[in-house]
């Protein structure tokens, strides 16, 4: 397991304070000092990484409410030959990963992971299993702003076919032995995947939790 470092958790919790202050209170002079902490947090970010300050503060200002982990779910999904569907992603660099996302409100996250496969790589699929409630932090991904529990099912195909959307440029099944190596890390690790197929054959497992 690998430990996030310092300056990434003081930031992201820096954020969080900054967050919930802002939606919490009504004083002025307090709001104030919020939208400082806000600031500061993402030049913390930005001198850490390659993002701009300013970029890095939009995209702080659309968060609001109490500040809370994000959840993106991913489905494993084998066909009758035990093959993994996995999708190239468009907004990074074409890579592959699982089918998935941050999970919308007003669905369930099986019914999330559900949704994701269809529009993604145009397959239907029923979900079988809980594989796996992950910590982003815990799962060897790289840094990130937010906090995110990462939550994985296993799925089997009910029928479709092969579809792009604007999310992917392409479609493929996989055994474990040729998986592609460009993932998308920051969707999904190599350590994941191998997890996926190793509850795929022992589906007595229980549910992974970190």
Known sequence: M??????????REIQAIAQTGLTFSENPY???????????????FAARTSALAERIETLFEGETGYATPKIDVRAAVFDE???????????DHHRWTLPGGWADVNLTTAEN?????????????????LAALWDRTRQRHP?????CAKVFFLCDLL????????????VGWFTQDCV?????????????????FEHRRNPELATDFE
């Open 81 to 91: 030959s035990d093959r993994l569907l996995m999708v190239r992603e468009a907004a």
């Open 143 to 147: 840094n990130g702003v937010f906090s």
């Open 30 to 44: 307090d709001r104030e000092r919020y939208e400082a902490l806000r600031a500061l947090s993402a030049r913390i």
């Open 113 to 129: 992971a559900i949704k994701e496969v269809v529009e993604e790589s145009g397959y239907r699929v029923g979900v079988t299993k």
């Open 180 to 196: 592609p190596s460009d993932l998308s890390v920051g969707r999904v690790t190599s350590g994941q995947i191998s997890r996926m």
């Open 159 to 170: 029928g479709g076919e092969a579809t792009t959307s604007l999310e992917t440029s392409e």
């Open 2 to 11: 690998d430990v996030e470092p310092d300056w990434l958790v003081w930031a």
